[in-house]
């Protein structure tokens, strides 16, 4: 019995860890995901046809993040091109995320049609996680998440 009781506090906190690093992975994941599907929406552009604009790519990151994320900012304008690291941009809190998104030539991922076919676009989510106060609270991490894809 004396044993059960000084390994039980070390078993919690390992169950704890776990439990929290299985949060963090599913809000890496969803992150990405985001990300993923803000490229590839805007990557539907052809040669004939304009893209789908900034506001739309932002409501379907948005659309995405709405289960992990309680406020996503987006789009934010970082005074820096791609490649865009965290520091870049302002830092997100805990449970929030902002969404960076660089269109090339195109201010709005719009433009004209000919001008702006065969340009890169970059969708980053940058995001803020916390515990749930299981390992003593204030742990906040920032991470990102990256996407490139071309008209």
Not at 26 to 52: E, L
Not at 81 to 100: M, N, R
């Given at each position: 019995m004396v044993e059960f009781a000084i390994t039980?506090?070390?078993?919690?906190?390992?169950v704890a860890g776990v439990l929290e690093l299985g949060r963090g992975y599913v809000f890496a994941i969803a992150t990405s995901d985001a990300a993923r599907?803000?490229?590839r929406y805007a990557a539907g552009k052809?040669?004939?046809?304009n893209g789908p604009g900034v506001a739309a790519i932002c409501s379907l990151v948005t659309a995405d993040l709405k289960a992990i994320a309680s406020t996503v900012s987006c789009p934010v304008a970082?005074?820096?091109?791609?490649p865009v690291v965290a520091s870049d941009c302002t830092a997100p809190a805990a449970g929030q995320a902002e969404v960076v998104v660089y269109?090339?030539?195109?201010v709005d991922c719009q433009g004209s049609v000919t001008s702006v076919v065969n340009s890169e676009i970059y969708v980053y989510v940058f995001y803020g996680f916390s515990d749930l106060n299981l390992l003593g609270g204030g742990i906040t991490?920032?991470?990102?998440?990256?996407a490139i894809s071309s008209w």
């Amino acid at each position: 019995m004396v044993e059960f009781a000084i390994t039980l506090p070390i078993l919690i906190l390992l169950v704890a860890g776990v439990l929290e690093l299985g949060r963090g992975y599913v809000f890496a994941i969803a992150t990405s995901d985001a990300a993923r599907d803000g490229a590839r929406y805007a990557a539907g552009k052809t040669s004939i046809t304009n893209g789908p604009g900034v506001a739309a790519i932002c409501s379907l990151v948005t659309a995405d993040l709405k289960a992990i994320a309680s406020t996503v900012s987006c789009p934010v304008a970082c005074a820096k091109l791609p490649p865009v690291v965290a520091s870049d941009c302002t830092a997100p809190a805990a449970g929030q995320a902002e969404v960076v998104v660089y269109c090339g030539a195109s201010v709005d991922c719009q433009g004209s049609v000919t001008s702006v076919v065969n340009s890169e676009i970059y969708v980053y989510v940058f995001y803020g996680f916390s515990d749930l106060n299981l390992l003593g609270g204030g742990i906040t991490i920032t991470g990102s998440s990256r996407a490139i894809s071309s008209w």
